[in-house]
Every structure is written in C-alpha cells, then in structure tokens.
C-alpha cells in the first residue's frame, strides 16, 4: 500500500529564517509528487508537479526537488503569508485505479512576523 | 476566470437525511474527484469519474453515491447509510489526456469545499 509521510507536523518560523518541509513516500512505480497549500477552511491550492528523481521546480519563495525516497519543500525568507498547511501527495498505479492520490497528512507552517 | 466551484460552503443535514453536494467545473476537465478530509488525516478519496457516464469506487465510497451526467458537473450525495458524515468535502478535477494520449498521472485542481456538519 502507498504510503505518504510528512515531517514534521508543525513548523514555527521567525520570518526570513529559511527551512525545509520533508515528504517521504513508499509506492510501487512513483508516477507524480505533488505539493499542495492549503489555507484553513479553502480547498488545497497546486503548487508543484515532480516527476523523476533530480527534478527541481521553484516558485517565488519556495523550492521543490525529489529524490527517490522523498521530497523536500524548501521554503527561503519566509513571511508572514506563506503560513499555511503544506500537502504532499504522491500517484502511482493502484490496482485498477491509475488516478488515485495518495495523500499526507501535512505540515502546518506558522511564520511569525 | 476557469475554475472549480463548490455549493453549499457550509451544509447540515439531521439524522437520516440525505443531502447532495454540488460541484461544477469549467476547466474542460475529463477527470473529476470527491475527497472526504477529517482532521489530523489526509485527504481520502471518496469517488472519481474519467468520462461522461461513468465513475469509480475510491477508498471510502461507503454510504455515499455519486452521477456523472455531465463534463462539467460530478455532484455527491451523501446517505443516511453514512454514519460518521461531519467532514470538509472537496471536489477536485483533472485532464486526462496529455499530449493527446491518455494519461492518468496529471495534476488534480481543487475547489473551496463543503463543510458538512450532522445535526
């Protein structure tokens, strides 16, 4: 079974002070890893697509890259308004299902000002 | 402006009572989704449509029903059969083909959800 881990839960940065958000995964024939945000109360916002080890995609203050096992969101000098839950999910074929995704838990991020 | 759109943003239903909740998207999607979140979990998939007329079980289809009669519309109607249905409801759609081939493995779009709350 495809299974999704995020760490850690929660996050608290000073604004500017850099970090990453780690996914870690174990699937059969990793098809997709995405990265979502979510705002409390609001559907997840797409952030990232990866899809083969080595890839790395950025945008604005946020980084991702993918290796084998795991995927890291790097987040640089951060504010404020990047506070939110972190999601990653991962695609791989399931049975009958090829459109599956298997979710994380999240990473809650609070950057205080 | 292309998007998901989800009604009602906050939805009660008494005991034994059957409630539907809409989705609508105007991306041109084939594919559309419903997840279930409850907190402290992540996302579970309730059902999935790649085509007209046609829909999938997910993992927690249990209690729940769902119809595909249009591209752009995939609304879940949850049963009296569901015994735990308080949860954050989200729809979420897909294409399916990428470079005119068919392709399941492409990012999925979300809407703002439905909380649903049992009285």
């Known amino acids: 079974e495809d299974q999704v881990t995020q760490s850690p839960e929660a996050l608290r940065l000073q604004e500017g002070e850099s970090s990453s958000l780690n996914c870690s995964y174990t699937?059969?024939?990793?098809?997709?890893l995405f990265w979502y945000r979510q705002d409390p109360g609001k559907g997840p916002e797409f952030l990232f697509t990866l899809y083969s080890a080595g890839e790395e995609k950025e945008k604005e203050r946020l980084k991702a890259t993918l290796t084998k096992k795991e995927s890291f969101l790097h987040i640089t000098a951060p504010k404020p308004e990047d506070s939110a839950t972190y999601l990653c999910a991962v695609q791989a074929p399931s049975g009958g299902s090829n459109y599956k995704l298997t979710f994380g838990k999240g990473t809650l991020l609070t950057v205080n000002p | 402006d292309g998007g998901i759109t989800q009604s009602p943003k906050y939805l009660f239903r008494k005991e034994g009572q059957n409630v539907t909740l809409s989705c609508e998207q105007n991306?041109?999607?084939?594919?559309m989704y419903w997840y279930r979140q409850d907190p402290g979990q992540g996302l579970r998939l309730i059902y999935y449509?790649?085509?007209?007329?046609?829909?999938q079980k997910g993992d927690i289809a249990e209690g729940y029903s769902v119809s595909r009669e249009k591209k752009e519309s995939f609304p879940l109607t949850v049963t009296s059969a569901q015994k735990n249905p308080t949860a954050f409801y989200l729809c979420?759609?897909?294409?399916?083909?990428?470079?005119?081939?068919?392709?399941?493995?492409?990012?999925?779009?979300f809407g703002p959800g439905t909380r649903l709350t049992v009285l």
């Open positions: 699937v059969s024939g990793l098809r997709g």
């Open positions: 991306l041109n999607h084939d594919a």
């Open positions: 979420a759609s897909s294409i399916a083909r990428r470079g005119g081939r068919l392709s399941s493995y492409n990012e999925q779009f």
């Open positions: 449509s790649q085509i007209v007329n046609d829909f």
